[in-house]
Nanobody
Framework: QVQLVESGGGLVQAGGSLRVSCAAS????????VGWFRQAPGKEREIVAA????????YYADSVKGRFTISRDNAKDTVYLQMNSLKPEDTAVYYC????????????????????WGQGTQVTVSS
């Protein structure tokens, strides 16, 4: 089992940067694949980025590719999402989620694949 807590959200001007963090507690965090999702009011929750248990394989949604970077530091039990060149359409609650990774190289891009979720952190990008 693993518990997840997001932090680092806030208000940023368009074009600015922000890094959100997902701190994990529990057992064997290094064995979990992790995804970042976001949900804006009135919209479906969508995948933003995903990473395998080792950090060697990543996935990005087309809408954030080239602007966002997902990474993890298993020694700190933390996964990060670095967000650069932020746009107003990036405004949403950002959630991290975890799933047992089974092996290196595997990541997951759909919400139903994940069994553990954090509470979310608000990111607001003003124009």
């Amino acid at each position: 089992q693993v518990q997840l807590v997001e932090s680092g959200g806030g208000l940023v001007q368009a074009g600015g940067s922000l890094r959100v963090s997902c701190a994990a507690s529990g057992r064997t965090f290094s064995s979990y694949a992790v995804g970042w999702f976001r949900q804006a009011p009135g919209k479906e929750r969508e995948i933003v980025a995903a990473i395998d248990r080792s950090g060697g394989s990543t996935y990005y949604a087309d809408s954030v590719k080239g602007r966002f970077t997902i990474s993890r530091d298993n020694a700190k039990d933390t996964v990060y999402l670095q967000m650069n060149s932020l746009k107003p359409e990036d405004t949403a609650v950002y959630y991290c989620a975890a799933k047992w990774g089974y092996s290196t190289g595997r990541y997951y891009t759909t919400a139903p694949a994940y069994g553990y979720w954090g509470q979310g952190t608000q990111v607001t990008v003003s124009s």
